[in-house]
């Protein structure tokens, strides 16, 4: 059974930083691109970061560059989202997602199409 479980969510103070980690089971993880999606209240579900499967290469979007780090490690089958300097606007739930490659992954139509999703975890910042 194809399984993604997300964990290390929690509330963090602005400025604060949180480490958000994606386990994967029934699949080797390293045949996916992996990546996280996040989705705050009454808006849509956005990308926010991915790595390949392929030569490692990342994207990340606009509003979380310099402050997320995305990375995997296969031989454990987990990807981590480490998420530096966070602010009220980085509230959302994030979820771990896969699927065959990292194209398009921030433009709205993306979620759609991705193949396998955890179950989400809930990221809170606030003094």
């Known amino acids: 059974q194809v399984q993604l479980v997300e964990s290390g969510g929690g509330l963090a103070q602005p400025g604060g930083s949180l480490r958000l980690s994606c386990a994967a089971s029934g699949f080797p993880l390293n045949y996916y691109a992996i990546g996280w999606f996040r989705q705050a209240p009454g808006k849509e579900r956005e990308g926010v970061s991915c790595v390949s499967r392929s030569d490692g290469s990342t994207y990340y979007a606009d509003s979380v560059k310099g402050r997320f780090t995305i990375s995997r490690d296969n031989a454990k089958n987990t990807v981590a989202l480490q998420m530096n300097s966070l602010k009220p606007e980085d509230t959302a739930v994030y979820y771990c997602?896969?699927?065959?490659?990292?194209w398009g992954w921030g433009t709205s139509r993306r979620p759609r199409q991705i193949d396998f999703w955890g179950q989400g975890t809930q990221v809170t910042v606030s003094s």
């Open positions: 997602a896969a699927d065959s490659n990292c």
